[in-house]
C-alpha cells in the first residue's frame, strides 16, 4: 500500500509519529511523511491511506478533507489539555484509534463515535535486549521529569527524588532519543515507570521490551488487565506494579529478581509497533 504518515517532527524530533512511519516501512510499504502544514496544502490524494498521528501540538488540529480515507491516532487524551482541540481533530476522519483505553469515551463524550482503543508500542529494532547484563545501573527513568499538571505537586519529581536517595545507583535522563535511550534502558535491570494521569504510556512497552524488569506505578481500570490477556495471558506477570505505600519494596524486589527474556519475547509476539500497524490497515480495509 502507498501511506501517508502526517506529524511533526521539527520540534520534538523523538515524536511517536517516527515509529508508525518505520514499522509500515519494515512491513514492506511505501510510505511518505508528511508535515502538517505540508498537508493542508496538498490539492488531490495520492496514497491509498492517510495516518496522522498525535505529535502533541494543537496548533496543527485542522485536516485537509481531500486526503481520504484517514486516520487519527491519538496518544494523549488523559492530559489536562485534551479537551482543547483533540476531539475537533478527531471528527474530522473516517476513524480514530485511542492510545487510552479511556480515550475511547472521552472522545464519544465529545461526539467522536468513529473510535477505538489501540495501545501503544515499541520498537523492536530500536531496544536491545540487554547490554552487559543489565549491570551497569540498578534502576533507570528517562523521561520528562517536569512533566505533570500545571499548578499540582510534581508527582513524578517526588517519585524520583525518592529513588536516588534510597538506591543511589540510578541513572536519570531527563531526555535521551532513540538508541541513547533504548541503551540506558539495556544497562539497566530495572526500567522505572511512573505515568502522569492513570494512563499506560511508551514507557511501558519500551521496558518490557529492553529485556529489564518493568516497574510501574498502577493504573486502574484503564486497560492494563487487558494487556495481561493481549494477545494472551503471556503478559499477566511480567511486570511489577507500585503505590505510593509500596514503592521501595517493589524497587528492591525488582532489582533483587532475575532479569530473564520472557517479557521481551512477550512483546515481541504482540506489543510492537508493527503490530499496530497491521490493526490500523485492517479497520481501514473495513471501513
Request: glycine content about 6%.
Amino acid at each position: 500500500m502507498k501511506i501517508a504518515c502526517i506529524f511533526d517532527n521539527r520540534i520534538r524530533r523523538d515524536t511517536t509519529g517516527n515509529f508508525f512511519f518505520w514499522a509500515l516501512e519494515r512491513l514492506g510499504h511505501e510510505v511518505e511523511h508528511i508535515l502538517p502544514d505540508q498537508a493542508l496544502a496538498i490539492e488531490a490524494p495520492s496514497h491509498d491511506f492517510y495516518l496522522k498521528i498525535d505529535d502533541g501540538l494543537k496548533n496543527h488540529w485542522q485536516w485537509n478533507d481531500v486526503l481520504r480515507p484517514a486516520a487519527y491516532y491519538v496518544i494523549d487524551t488523559h492530559y489536562w489539555d485534551a479537551a482543547e482541540w483533540r476531539p475537533k481533530t478527531g471528527r474530522q476522519f473516517n476513524w480514530c484509534f485511542t492510545a487510552q483505553k479511556d480515550g475511547v469515551d472521552f472522545m464519544a463524550e465529545h461526539g467522536v463515535d468513529q473510535t477505538s482503543w489501540l495501545p501503544l508500542a515499541a520498537d523492536e529494532d530500536l531496544h536491545s535486549p540487554y547490554l552487559n547484563g543489565h549491570s551497569k545501573w540498578d534502576w533507570s527513568f528517562v523521561g520528562n521529569i517536569g512533566h505533570d499538571q500545571p499548578g499540582l505537586p510534581n508527582k513524578r519529581l517526588n517519585y524520583l527524588d525518592k529513588l536516588l536517595r534510597k538506591f543511589d545507583n540510578g541513572c536519570l535522563s531527563d531526555y535521551s532519543y532513540f538508541k541513547e535511550m533504548a541503551n540506558v534502558y539495556g544497562l539497566s535491570k530495572v526500567v522505572f515507570n511512573c505515568h502522569i494521569n492513570n494512563d499506560i504510556n511508551m514507557r511501558f512497552f519500551e521496558g518490557l521490551l529492553s529485556g529489564s524488569h518493568l516497574l510501574t506505578e498502577k493504573v486502574v481500570d484503564n486497560g492494563v488487565a487487558e494487556l495481561k490477556q493481549w494477545p494472551d495471558a503471556s503478559l499477566a506477570n511480567c511486570f511489577i506494579e507500585f503505590t505510593d505505600e509500596d514503592l521501595f519494596s517493589k524497587m528492591e524486589e525488582s532489582i533483587e529478581s532475575p532479569v530473564s527474556d520472557r517479557a521481551r519475547e512477550v512483546m515481541l509476539d504482540g506489543h510492537t509497533y508493527q503490530h499496530r500497524c497491521r490493526d490500523i490497515i485492517k479497520k481501514m480495509e473495513e471501513l
